[in-house]
């Protein structure tokens, strides 16, 4: 009784993150996202507002690829925020002839704050644009973006991968992860008619947005808890297919170990801070908070898959068939789920080849449970990544 009891307690822990997955899977897979217009001519002003604490080894990279873009449109421009840095940031911003803020308030670090001082700061812009220190902007990004900044739109999100997804298996499944994360979901919540949702690199925000709703985001998941905010007031984040940009993730071990922990340990917090609220307001008719409410409770893919081979594994020690059919539905969903997003990002043989390495990338996930226990305490600390140099 107690083997079927737990199988039947970690089968119920997937159930609801089954469903929406399979939801949004489909919806993705059988999108055709709409093509914004082109252009009006009186074009807004947009500001690319790139946040930076201690980039300045690879921060030239990304202002080269921005460059390309900006030559290309007019009434835009790129502003760094060098925040709290203690090397030359600034410095090479400003030989790279772009614009520079600096910050320094050591008591209030992290992204959200950078981003907030930038936005009071900046006052001649129609809509920020905004891009991580360490990223690469596809060809075409900027113009796919303005065209999507019509005076009905709230804020934009466009697709976002991994820069140099090839330069090894960790770079290779964080580009399927990042798939399937931030291009099949906001794609498939853009097809259900959803806000796409906001991924903290490649997003924009109109300076009316802005005001109606400040950037009051300063956790460390600060994107997921200001889209949050967005929805809660009615406004909506449009999914701009068309457009793309890639960030750098870690190589070393240890520095991928401290951002995963980091980052699933803030949305830990967020969810056990937010989710009661958000599942009273659902009750109360507010139906349009339930989409974020389900992304919240889902649990990383690696937890969710060893939760069903547990309860698939039980189901088969009691022969309980159905417990055994939904585990199977389950497991069948998350196939399903990255395939789709192996199609949808044009995956290749290595993407292929690299899949191989899942099991491996499970037991690394599962084994940082502990870190991002701790990473989801509400005083944990942000820590910048360890990068690579270019």
């Not at 075409?140 to 019509?150: E, N, S, V």
């Not at 999914?239 to 750098?248: F, L, S, Y």
């Not at 949808?344 to 043989?349: D, F, N, T």
């Amino acid at each position: 009784m107690w083997i079927e009891a737990l199988g039947g307690a970690a089968l119920a822990l997937t159930l609801p993150g089954s469903a929406y997955l399979a939801t949004l899977t489909v919806a993705a897979a059988l999108a055709r996202p709409r093509r914004c217009a082109a252009p009006a001519a009186d074009a807004p002003s947009v500001v690319i507002v790139v946040p930076a604490h201690n980039e300045s080894i690879g921060l030239l990279r990304t202002l080269h690829s921005l460059r390309r873009e900006v030559s290309r449109c007019s009434r835009t421009r790129v502003v760094v925020v060098a925040d709290n840095c203690s090397d030359d940031t600034a410095a090479v911003a400003l030989a790279a002839g772009v614009d520079v803020l600096e910050r320094h308030d050591a008591s209030l670090r992290g992204k959200g704050y950078a981003l907030q001082f930038a936005f009071n700061a900046i006052e001649d812009a129609d809509w920020f644009v905004v891009i991580d220190a360490d990223t690469d902007v596809a060809p075409g990004f900027l113009a796919a973006m303005r065209a999507c900044m019509t005076p009905d739109a709230d804020a934009l999100q466009c697709r976002y991968g991994v820069r140099d997804p090839l330069a090894g298996r960790r770079q290779t499944l964080a580009d399927v992860a990042l798939g399937a994360w931030n291009v099949l979901r906001p794609r498939g919540r853009s097809a259900l008619g959803l806000s796409a949702g906001i991924l903290g690199n490649g997003f924009a925000l109109s300076r009316s947005t802005l005001q109606a709703v400040p950037y009051s985001a300063h956790s460390i998941v600060e994107d997921v808890e200001y889209h949050l905010l967005l929805v809660r007031s009615g406004l909506f984040v449009r999914w701009v297919d068309a457009a793309q940009v890639r960030g750098d993730m870690p190589h070393a071990t240890a520095a991928a170990s401290e951002q995963r922990a980091r980052w699933e340990g803030g949305r830990l917090r967020l969810a056990a801070e937010r989710a009661p609220g958000l599942l009273r307001s659902v009750c109360r008719g507010q139906g349009r908070l339930a989409d974020p409410l389900l992304d919240l409770l889902l649990l990383p893919l690696a937890w969710h898959v060893t939760l069903l081979l547990f309860a698939l594994a039980m189901a088969s020690m009691t022969g309980e068939s159905v417990m055994q059919t939904l585990a199977v539905a389950g497991l069948a969903t998350v196939a399903m789920h990255v395939a789709v997003a192996l199609r949808l990002i044009g995956a290749g043989r290595t993407h292929l080849r690299a899949l191989l390495g899942v099991p491996a990338h499970v037991a690394w996930k599962l084994c940082l449970a502990g870190a991002t226990w701790r990473a989801s305490r509400r005083h944990a600390a942000w820590v910048r990544s360890a990068r690579q140099a270019p």
